[in-house]
């Protein structure tokens, strides 16, 4: 029972023992022991603020990044509206050209048949004159035997000559 009702002397020496421990503890615990919760309590603060202005940073960042992706997007709307214009421009320029040589091959074609054409159209009347010269002589030949047909057929071509 002793321990439930202690003694006077028990109960001083505690108490001279609590003090002294309160004493070194106030003396060479507390100040180390307030000076480390202090310096946690400005980490933590610190961390909080860089973890404010990182936020911060990263507000500012996104809005940046934002900027610059619709810039980019412009310049990528910019860069295709003028490749379909080179492309449209270059369709067309090959066309007209395409059809420029188209027509002056055409031209060259109509000028070849226009040309071969009157060289055929040349030869064959040569040709028939020739017939008709060969075949004129065949016949007036056999016609023609004595002198006095000559002369007769002489007179008539004059006759129906006109001159101017």
């Not at 421990?21 to 946690?40: D, S, Y």
């Not at 809005?63 to 421009?89: C, F, G, H, V, Y």
Request: net charge neutral; no cysteine; proline share 2%.
């Amino acid at each position: 029972m002793e321990l439930l009702t202690p003694s006077y002397g028990l109960i001083f020496w505690m108490l001279v023992w609590f003090g002294i421990m309160f004493f070194l503890l106030k003396k060479f615990a507390w100040p180390v022991i307030l000076n480390g919760l202090q310096e946690r309590e400005r980490s933590i603060s610190d961390a909080l603020d860089a973890a404010k202005n990182a936020k911060e940073e990263m507000v500012r960042l996104k809005s940046d990044n934002e900027k610059i992706l619709a810039e980019a997007r412009s310049q990528r709307d910019t860069l295709l509206k003028e490749a379909r214009d080179t492309k449209e421009a270059i369709i067309n320029e090959a066309k007209s050209k395409a059809q420029a040589e188209t027509d002056r091959l055409l031209t060259q074609a109509r000028e070849a048949i226009i040309s071969e054409k009157n060289a055929a159209v040349t030869e064959l009347k040569n040709q028939v004159s020739s017939l008709a010269i060969e075949i004129a002589e065949k016949v007036i030949q056999r016609e023609l035997n004595s002198p006095e047909q000559h002369k007769a057929l002489v007179n008539d071509m004059i006759k129906d000559l006109k001159f101017n």
